[in-house]
């Protein structure tokens, strides 16, 4: 139950930045429509990004046994929405670097969790 209120926490940290990285977005770009989609294609494989590390993560503790294939899963995902972004929009070079905005939340979303939800002043000492 714990660690799925953690991967909640994930995903409303990378909706909350999503939110504020396509209203930025939306001013300074000129292809506003190329931005949003594509970013919203790769926000959308970092949430899927998350919950897939999670089951890992799970089937690892019961299995004690280390398997990489979601670990290729998830990169070959992660090429398929820079393929998918780069076939459907003519704006190619915006449409790649918003899905890459849109992937690297996982990374930034991990910093904004462990800083407002996480640490050693949250936990309880027993």
């Given at each position: 139950?714990k660690?799925?209120?953690?991967v909640?926490?994930?995903?409303?940290?990378?909706?909350?930045?999503?939110?504020?990285?396509i209203?930025?977005?939306?001013?300074?770009?000129?292809?506003?429509?190329?931005f949003i989609?594509?970013?919203?294609?790769?926000t959308?494989?970092?949430?899927l990004?998350?919950?897939?590390?999670y089951?890992?993560?799970?089937s690892?503790?019961?299995?004690?046994?280390?398997?990489?294939?979601?670990?290729?899963i998830?990169y070959?995902?992660?090429?398929?929405?820079f393929l998918?972004?780069?076939?459907?929009?003519?704006?190619?070079?915006?449409?790649?670097?918003s899905?890459?905005?849109?992937l690297?939340?996982?990374?930034?979303?991990?910093y904004?969790?462990?800083?407002?939800?996480g640490?050693?002043?949250?936990?309880?000492?027993?």
């Open positions: 139950m660690d799925e209120k953690i909640k926490q994930f995903i409303y940290v990378i909706i909350f930045i999503a939110l504020i990285v209203a930025i977005g939306s001013i300074i770009t000129k292809n506003k429509t190329t989609v594509s970013y919203i294609l790769g959308l494989g970092a949430i990004y998350i919950i897939s590390l089951y890992d993560i799970i690892l503790n019961l299995k004690r046994k280390i398997s990489k294939k979601g670990y290729y998830r070959i995902f992660s090429a398929s929405i998918l972004v780069g076939v459907i929009f003519e704006e190619k070079l915006t449409a790649i670097i899905a890459f905005l849109g690297i939340n996982v990374k930034i979303s991990a904004f969790v462990g800083f407002l939800f640490g050693g002043w949250h936990e309880k000492k027993d």
